[in-house]
Structures are given as structure tokens and as C-alpha cells.
């Protein structure tokens, strides 16, 4: 079992804790840091039918009332309906200012519990339990949590840290292929833009990851999980240095909507975006050749297909345009320097950003 603190202070730091198998011990686990309280359980019928019954059976065999309430599965159900249904089940459950909710799942169902939990009763306690890729080495932590209105993806959110985060690396052995790969994407993100040693590590341990052996597994969610907690105790608000999460999801956001959100997936938009951020330092002398091959071939090794979607370098330029990210008309983008650094750079230019776009689909 491995652990990291996530260090905000007396108020709101806590523990996240990676291993395979752990599931079982939630109930044990949760006590021991906060309590035997009423937990509500909110997951979606796929995740709730694999591992629901294990947390349930371990919540009460340490004492605990539990409530279930499960959202449909799928991205366009992280909307306030959902969170209204949600809040009326808690109200129901009887729910009190010292009750839980815990969220099984990805980061949908990670971002609407922490949502849920941020605002009922002026807020409760949150539990994460993530259960793909993604979510462990990312949404899980941090304390973003979101809904999607109609005309933006998370305009609707507050920050509100878990109060633990149980991390059982064992559950991925069940994620479909292509959420497993989007993770990956976001693994890599963590190397080039942050931790060389890691990005070496994952070159070298390229295959044992991609076949999900778990000693290989569990290593790489910890050193990120580990990054990820410093960066949100230096900057919890994204007014710096969190900034650089967002390696490649300029231009990724830009993809995933021209492709409503249904024809690439989230990681492998951050993959494509990340190569584009490459190429773009490439030609600012930012990172040199050799490195670019080396990201685009962990890439591939990791198993994606970097196929570069049949989209318009104009579309995807003014979908940049119009990310959220973009304030007071800046469009600032975080690229790599070197392997294991970052630069964030103001307006690029639209005629460098298309040239590099459509260099990018050449590849
Ligand atoms: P997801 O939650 O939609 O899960 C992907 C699919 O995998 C779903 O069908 C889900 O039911 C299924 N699934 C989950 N766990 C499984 C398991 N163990 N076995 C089999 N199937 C399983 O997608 P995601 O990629 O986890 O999360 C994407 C969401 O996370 C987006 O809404 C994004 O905005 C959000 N996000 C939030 C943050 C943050 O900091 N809060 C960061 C990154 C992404
Ligand atoms: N995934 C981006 C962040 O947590 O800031």
C-alpha cells in the first residue's frame, strides 16, 4: 500500500491511498480517518454492478449506513438534472452535515459526487473512489468537481477537496481498452511536462503498461498521484503553476468538440493536443527533434494510435479560440521545454498555430 498527502493546510489536507485489491477495506479505511458515519454511494449501473456490492459489504461491515444512488453512465448525464436527483435521493437518505458521499467510478461521476457533496447543506464531506485511469491519476485529486451546462463542458463546478481518496488499482483490470489508453495519455502528460525520471520510466516500462501488469501499474498511478498533489498544494486555484495540467487540452478541447464529444475520446484529444504543444516548442526552440520523436513514439508504444482527425486547421483554431480556458482574449497555451518542463506562452499567432496544425496532420 503506498500513500500520499495532499498538504492544503490543517483544514483540508488528506490522504490518498493506492493499492491493489483495496476495495474491500474501504469501510475500515474510511473509519480509521474520519469515522463511522451514513455514507451515500453515488455510481453509475456498470461500475455499481462490478464493484458496488464489495464497498457496500465493507461500509457496513464497519458500521455504517449506506445509501445508494447511481446516475446514468455517460458524459452527457454530468449536467445539474442529475446533480437535482442526486440531491433529492441524499435528502431522502437523510443525509446530515457529518454524512459522506462517496463516488465509485470515473471522473463523471467523480466530478458530479464532488459537486453534489460541495453544495448540499453548504457542503459534506466527499469520498473519491475512482475507478479508471484517468481518474486515479487525475480527477480524483485536487478538488475540481463539475457539470457540464448545455454550451460549455464543467461551466458549472466548485472547488471542494475530498477528504480521502482510496485508489484500487485492481479495478482497471475491467476498464475498456480505449478509456485505459486515455488515461495513458494523461500519464505522459505528467512526464513530459513535469518529471523526466518519469517520462524515462514509462519509455522503459512502456509494454508492462500498456498489459496493465499491476506492480507497473500501481508505481506509475503513485509517482503521478505524487505530482499531482504537489502542484495542487503550490497552486490549489490554478493560478499558475496548475496551469500546466493543461498540456495538450487547448487544443484537445477544440478536437473533442468538433467531434461532439462522441467521435475521439478525452485522452487520446490530450495525446494529439500534446504533440501538437510539441511540435509548437519544436519550432519556438523550445524542445529539440529528438525529443518530439521520443514523445510520439512513447505514444504509439503506449498504444495510441495518434491518428490525427480529419478536421479543418481553421475549425480547430477558432474551437481554441472559443475554449474557456481563453481569458481577456489571451490565449494562452502550455507547452513543453525540454522533457520534464514547461513555458506558458501568450497568442502564439494564428499563422504559426494553423502552420503547425496542419504539419501535425501530416504526421
Ligand atoms: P468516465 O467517468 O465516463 O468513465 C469512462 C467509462 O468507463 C464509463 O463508461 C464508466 O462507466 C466506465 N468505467 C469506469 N470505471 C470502470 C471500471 N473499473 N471497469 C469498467 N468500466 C469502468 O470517464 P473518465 O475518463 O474517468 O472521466 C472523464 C471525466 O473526468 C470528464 O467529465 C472530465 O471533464 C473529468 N475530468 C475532471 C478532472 C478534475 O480535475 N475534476 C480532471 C480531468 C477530467
Ligand atoms: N485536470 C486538471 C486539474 O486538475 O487542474
Known sequence: MREVWVDLGLDRSYK??????????????LERSIGKRKVMIISNPLVFSLYGERVIHA??????KVHTALIPDGEEYKNLRQVNRMLDEAVTAGLERSSLILALGGGVVGDL??????????????????TTLLSQVDSSVGGKTAVNHPRGK???????????????????????????????GEVVKYGVIYDRALFQLLEEKALMLKEREQAAVQEIVYRCVKIKSEIVAEDERESGLRMVLNLGHTFGHSLEKLGNYKS??????????????????????????????????????LGMAMSFPDYNAEDIYEGMLNDKKVQDEILRIVLPRGIGGY??????GRDLLLNIIENAAEL
Not at 343 to 348: A, G, H, S, T, Y
Open 16 to 29: 490518498v491511498i493506492i493499492a491493489a485489491g483495496i476495495l474491500e477495506e474501504t469501510g475500515r479505511l
Open 59 to 64: 461500509l457496513q461491515s464497519a458500521g455504517m
Open 113 to 130: 459526487a464532488g459537486f453534489t457533496a460541495s453544495i448540499y447543506q453548504r457542503g459534506i464531506r466527499c469520498i473519491q473512489v475512482p
Open 154 to 184: 464543467n461551466m458549472i463546478g466548485t472547488f471542494h477537496q475530498p477528504s480521502l481518496v482510496i485508489i484500487d488499482t485492481m479495478t482497471l483490470t475491467t476498464l475498456a481498452e480505449d478509456e485505459y489508453r486515455g488515461g495513458l
Open 264 to 301: 475521439i475520446k478525452h485522452g487520446e484529444a490530450v495525446a494529439i493536443g500534446t504533440l501538437i504543444a510539441s511540435l509548437l516548442s519544436r519550432e519556438m526552440d523550445l524542445l529539440d527533434d529528438c525529443s518530439v520523436k521520443r514523445i510520439t513514439a512513447l505514444f504509439k508504444e
Open 343 to 348: 513555458e506558458i506562452i501568450d497568442n502564439p
